[in-house]
């Protein structure tokens, strides 16, 4: 088995810990301050630095686009939801039944959520972006409000750009 790699970046909403190995990262994820593990790694990989300056650049209004590989594990339909949701437009938002529809599956709304929910490479595949078909928030692993900082961080860098 490959070997994993770790490194935390503190965002403005919290600290995501990036998993990755030598050539691609596997994981990035929302996680509580008590979860942090006191690794001590001499070495990180050049790989989860461009990722962690990525998010970086994200975070401060300077990236809407992710460049770095990564790769993701899960079923068939959970890669098409997450191949979908990699094509969602920066600060756009869309309903899990238009995912659906994007996958071609209009009745698997409720499958495309549970898809999303087991997405681990949060904001790199924009699942924040995805609401309910009431136009409300809905689901987000790493809380709602983060969902909704996400969405309003993307709204206001495009209007300053504008």
């Not at 942090?36 to 001499?42: G, K």
């Not at 983060?146 to 206001?156: G, I, N, P, Y």
Request: with cysteine.
């Amino acid at each position: 088995m490959t070997r994993s790699y770790t490194l935390y970046y503190k965002s403005p909403i919290g600290t995501i810990e990036i998993i990755g190995s030598t050539k691609v990262i596997r994981s990035i994820m929302f996680c509580e301050e008590g979860e942090i593990e006191n690794l001590q790694i001499t070495e990180t990989p050049m790989i989860l630095i461009e990722c962690y300056n990525q998010l970086n650049e994200y975070f401060n209004g300077h990236r809407k686009q992710f460049t770095f590989p990564y790769e993701f594990e899960g079923t068939l339909f959970q890669k098409s939801v997450w191949n979908a949701l990699e094509k969602m437009p920066y600060a756009k938002i869309a309903s899990y039944k238009d995912i659906a529809s994007l996958i071609g599956n209009e009745n698997a709304i409720r499958a495309v959520g549970n898809a999303n929910s087991k997405n681990k490479l949060s904001i790199v595949i924009p699942c924040h972006r995805i609401i309910g078909s009431s136009g409300k928030l809905t689901g987000y692993a790493g809380g709602l409000w983060r969902k909704e900082w996400l969405l309003q961080h993307e709204k206001a860098i495009i209007k300053n750009n504008l």
